[in-house]
């Protein structure tokens, strides 16, 4: 187990009274805890569960997704699903809600978080949206978001409402609809307006912003936001990293300076990648195309230690409570990058493994404990859900931040 | 007279009817307008108002310092007088009221308008904050606030509440209380406090926000201010070029950001110099410490043409309600730059004698017309304040926007 200090706020301590059905002390026997769920978020973008949820692919094909999907369950308790306006609704009118709402479920069955990303964003949004005034794009836009939060509510209750506020409005590689109209909202404005409707449609939903601009840019927006009374409930930063590790200087930096707002903190889309570098001289990382961008070993080694460095750093600051790998397979990457912590046939790479036993062996908790003559046993462990073995019996417990003695009928 | 449609948003027509003192039309006489007063404020830093208003100084200063402050009145309808905290108070409670109170007066009674600058900065401010608690510090600036903007109100009813907020929390050259309650508060916050004391302390003021900073930052912090309800009567942009002319290009890109709020704009502190350009690596232009600045013939003569050309670009947006040229004379001036218009003997640069022509010939009205038979005589002309003359009469008109007809009588 790591050292305790290192860890402290993601730990609790919990006294537990087992008794029998009779009310009597379970005196004096041993009790195996096993973590089977984190309270942090471990999460990874992971498209394919659609297919694999909806079997609308050639048997062969599911058989290797079912594989993926297998390989991702090993590791992660967080789903990242695409909600990509234009590819959600190519055509108005007809959403792909059923087949979203099948991969959400499969995903929940499966005890998954599932987050639904995004709502709001200028780059792949509905193409139909030219032909409207500004007034009609808005309220197509805010009856979307009405429409599918209340249709995934309870399946998905966490969003990014809106993504890359910072360049919305003077966002010039081509017309859309939505940065015409945060032209006209501002950006406070159409962060105002989403958030708004996004609460109104699942008030207990998570809520959102998201950008990949780190700069004081954002920090303003966001300063500026919370002033206005916007509700968010955790800032979204995004940490593509194709030109390179950002490195623990400036990740520390980073989160030195979103701390400020004292709101949970979630890294929403990490790419780290075990191919070689983009050139650093390349702004908008969509205009680097390489026809084919090979994962090497030597690579593979280096994304493994620094996808260790920086899960490290994220899981020891207090206000981070999320961190999602973008993709989770080099199969249909971002780019063509090789930015999966699995190959395209499926084969694990060293981040695979470094990250499964990070998250399921150093930050997990599995011990076995002996109660006492009154039946009482204590057990400290990394928040989250737990089963309880005590000899063919078993029962669920939560660790989270109340602790106190709770008593177990076993 | 310039081309009417350049200008045609700083002019009215109004139509006139004058009547003698039985109220017969005064018909087919001459009458001159004569433009005694802006309504667009051409301002200037003049901090030794402060001197000749007290009359503390040696004779043959003053008599300079006199002849300084004629060539100034000579030309400006506006001016900025200093409010630095650490300058205004010194010692903690011995504030420099009634010197400024003075200066504020001397020129009102000139009938130049008059703004305070700054009421809330992190540079030049009060050092005895330091010994303070940060809630401490928070309450004297508000404090600070409140009993300046009263002692003035009307005499100064124009201030620059807030000083470049941007950096505020950010600056890391030296501790100071301001920086300290920034961080705490963020920025909008802090803006929030200060444009809320100011409001109370003056409901009628014009208040503004300033920075040197034209980024994206500063559109997002008064997207953010304004979408949190905070009252920014205009938007304050300093322009101090000492690397050189921004340029038409950059200009207009600066005005196109900064007018998509549909507040005034004020060009709050503008220099060009008449000497050699400050290198363009300096980031903070205070590094740039240079012991003889000379202004010379050739680089007056850029610095006429470029003032020209920004100020005409200025007058001609109609956002623009404000240019202040920040240092009169080479005299004192900032950094020991030639960045005056006149030089350290007062002698008139061809700055000077440009903005004179600008503001006193081509964008004033000076005309003669006649009165037709029932005493009619219709002006148009800049808008402001005019001395109507006929025969041996003088009356005063105003020409606003509120256009009409009015009958005066003579």
């Known amino acids: 187990m790591p050292n305790a200090n290192q860890w402290a706020h993601r730990m609790t301590k919990k006294t537990i009274k087992l008794v029998d059905a009779a009310g009597n002390p379970v005196a004096r026997k041993e009790v195996a805890f096993r973590q089977t769920h984190h309270q942090f978020l471990f999460g990874c973008g992971i498209f394919d569960a659609v297919e694999v949820a909806n079997r609308n692919v050639p048997a062969d094909r599911l058989a290797f997704l ?103 409005p003077i966002f010039d590689k081509y017309d859309n609809g939505i940065t015409r109209i945060s032209k006209d909202l501002g950006r406070v404005g159409i962060v105002k307006e989403m958030f708004k409707k996004g609460r109104e449609s699942n008030p207990g939903a998570t809520l959102l912003l998201n950008d990949f601009n780190t700069s004081i840019n954002y920090e303003i927006l966001i300063d500026g ?60 990382l969509n205009d680097y195309q390489f026809p084919e961008w090979p994962s090497t070993p030597e690579f593979e080694e280096r994304q493994a230690r620094e996808i260790e460095e920086m899960y490290s750093i994220l899981f020891r600051h207090p206000l981070v409570e999320a961190i999602t790998t973008w993709n989770f397979s080099d199969e249909g990457a971002w780019l063509g990058a090789p930015a999966g912590i699995v190959r395209v046939d499926n084969s694990p790479k060293p981040a695979y493994e470094l990250l499964k036993k990070l998250i399921k062996q150093d930050w997990s908790t599995n011990v076995i404990s002996t109660t006492d003559d009154n039946g009482i046993v204590t057990i400290e462990g990394f928040l989250g859900d737990y089963d309880l073995v005590c000899g063919d019996r078993k029962v669920s417990i939560k660790l989270d931040k109340n602790a106190g003695t709770a008593q177990l009928v076993i």
Chains 1, 2 share one sequence.
């Open 66 to 168: 079912e594989r993926k999907l297998d390989l991702f369950l090993e590791v992660f308790n967080g789903a990242t699903l695409p909600f990509y306006w234009g590819r959600f609704e190519p055509e108005k009118g007809k959403p792909q809600t059923k087949e979203l709402q099948a991969a959400a479920r499969w995903l929940k069955e499966r005890n998954i978080t599932v987050k639904g990303h995004p709502l709001c964003w200028h780059t792949v949004t509905a193409p139909w949206l030219l032909e409207m005034s500004n007034e009609e794009i808005l309220n197509a836009q805010l009856a979307r978001i009405e429409r599918d939060v209340s249709d995934f509510k309870g399946l998905i209750d966490t969003w990014d409402v809106i993504n890359e506020v910072v360049i919305m």
């Open 225 to 284: 936001c919370l002033n206005a009374g916007i509700s968010i409930d955790a800032i979204g930063i995004q940490s593509h990293q194709h030109q390179g590790y950002w490195g623990r200087e400036k990740l520390e930096e980073v989160l030195e300076r979103f701390s400020h707002f004292g709101l949970p903190i979630h890294f929403t889309e990490n790419t780290l990648t075990s191919g070689h570098l983009m050139p650093a001289d390349i702004e908008d």
